[in-house]
């Protein structure tokens, strides 16, 4: 008789995993104070592995890093054995400027540790949106404005309490003033 193949020891080839964002874009409020971005494989495994994320500007230039968030650079997102989705949190910051919405973005890639048998699929990139929520607040540069009657205009002038970075318009409306005040304006 023929002697029987013994069993492999070698280790089961474990099945290909993608890693992904669950969306292309994630967006906030910037007075929630972060963003958080959904990290998911393709399946779950039965190790623990990981991948690493990073946070850029935007092109053009809109988010800050530093500024209007905190910069992540190579931080280690891990499934743990039989998760498919992870989180990720960026933060921002909470600044009193009214502005536009800013965006940056958020990033995958392999790592020296990722195992062989996991890759980055699509979407890699998801742009992140922080949405201003501060108050526009105006005033009025002089308490009182004057004109003729024969002008037929009369200009205010109005200003922002605190930085504006984006345009803004005010309604004005007016009424008929108290006819014995402006009689008492003329003693």
Do not use: W
């Amino acid at each position: 008789p023929s002697p029987s193949p013994s069993p492999s020891t070698d280790p089961p080839t474990p099945a290909p995993i993608t890693v992904s964002f669950k969306e292309v874009s994630y967006s906030a409020n910037e007075s929630d104070g972060n963003i958080t971005f959904t990290v998911q494989s393709s399946s779950a495994s039965d190790v623990e592995f990981s991948v690493e994320f990073c946070t850029e500007n935007s092109s053009p230039l809109s988010a800050q890093d530093g500024v209007d968030y905190a910069a992540l650079i190579n931080v280690t997102v891990t499934f743990p054995p039989g998760e498919t989705c992870v989180s990720v949190t960026v933060d921002i910051t909470d600044d009193i400027i009214h502005e536009m919405d800013e965006t940056f973005i958020g990033t995958l890639k392999i790592s020296d540790s990722t195992p062989v048998h996991v890759s980055i699929g699509t979407p890699s990139m998801a742009t992140a949106t922080i949405l201003d929520d501060d108050t526009l607040v105006v005033q009025f540069l002089n308490n009182a404005s004057s004109a003729l009657e024969s002008d037929g205009l009369i200009s205010f002038t109005v200003r922002p309490l605190l930085p504006s970075d984006k345009p803004f318009s005010v309604q004005v409306c007016t009424r008929e003033s108290d006819p014995s005040s402006a009689e008492a304006d003329m003693d």
